[in-house]
């Protein structure tokens, strides 16, 4: 007569002999190796977060961010929407002296030489657009 398997969940199979060495894991948390030690897993995600890797430590679920403000984000379960803001999309009729903002445009309009003063910073690839309407700009 066969004996049946038993399972002995306060002793887990162990990596080496297939298993993943671990009794329970987090619900909706994704798996991560340990090499021989026991698999373990993540938190489970939330709604549009994406798991981001680090190099020499376990990936983690997070939520994308954009410093400059040039993209936003719409999250929904199972679903991350990502717009990206076309640079150069605002424009301004500027009649006076200023400073400019990165991802902006301007049309300067004034009857003598006008100054627009560049940032002092400015991310890699940031865009600054200038135009004229007045014969005086030259």
Do not use: R
Request: proline content about 3%.
């Amino acid at each position: 007569m066969a004996t049946a398997n038993a399972t002995n969940t306060s002793n887990p199979i162990t990596v080496a002999q297939g298993g993943t060495g671990a009794v329970t894991q987090t619900i909706h948390g994704v798996l991560l190796g340990q090499t021989t030690g026991a698999i373990t897993a993540t938190t489970a995600g939330t709604n549009g977060q994406a798991l981001l890797g680090s190099t020499g430590a376990d990936p983690v679920f997070a939520t994308l961010t954009s410093t400059g403000g040039t993209i936003t984000y719409t999250l929904g379960a199972g679903t991350l929407n990502l717009e990206a803001a076309a640079p150069g999309d605002t424009w301004s009729v500027i009649t006076a002296d200023q400073t400019a903002v990165v991802n902006n445009g301007y049309i300067c309009n004034k009857g003598s030489a006008l100054v627009l003063t560049l940032p002092t910073t400015s991310a890699a690839g940031a865009i600054l657009e200038v135009t004229g309407i007045n014969t005086a700009l030259g």
